[in-house]
Nanobody, 124 residues
Framework: QVQLVESGGGLVQAGGSLRLSCAAS????????MGWFRQAPGKEREFVAAIRRSGDNTYYADSVKGRFTISRDNAKNTVYLQMNSLKPEDTAVYYCAAALGMLGLRGTNSYDYWGQGTQVTVSS
């Protein structure tokens, strides 16, 4: 089993940056693909970014491509989401998730474990 704890959320002005971290427990972190999702009030949880086990392949939602960067450090059991040029529409609770499988990484159903989420608020 994997436990995930997100950190790094907060309040930032539009155009600013934040770096989210997700620390995973257990010795098998490198066995999981990792993803970031977000959920705004009244909306469904949506895919943001994903990264394969070794970090050699990354995937992004069109809405964040070119602004957000996902990365991982398997030695530290941590996945990151660097968010630049933030917009008010990026405001949401951000969740990290771990997937044993390698397919369908843009879908919530592909993930086996979830963190509790961290709030990101972007003011205009």
């Amino acid at each position: 089993q994997v436990q995930l704890v997100e950190s790094g959320g907060g309040l930032v002005q539009a155009g600013g940056s934040l770096r989210l971290s997700c620390a995973a427990s257990g010795r098998t972190f490198s066995s999981y693909a990792m993803g970031w999702f977000r959920q705004a009030p009244g909306k469904e949880r949506e895919f943001v970014a994903a990264i394969r086990r070794s970090g050699d392949n990354t995937y992004y939602a069109d809405s964040v491509k070119g602004r957000f960067t996902i990365s991982r450090d398997n030695a530290k059991n941590t996945v990151y989401l660097q968010m630049n040029s933030l917009k008010p529409e990026d405001t949401a609770v951000y969740y990290c998730a771990a997937a044993l499988g390698m397919l369908g990484l843009r879908g919530t159903n592909s993930y086996d474990y979830w963190g509790q989420g961290t709030q990101v608020t972007v003011s205009s």
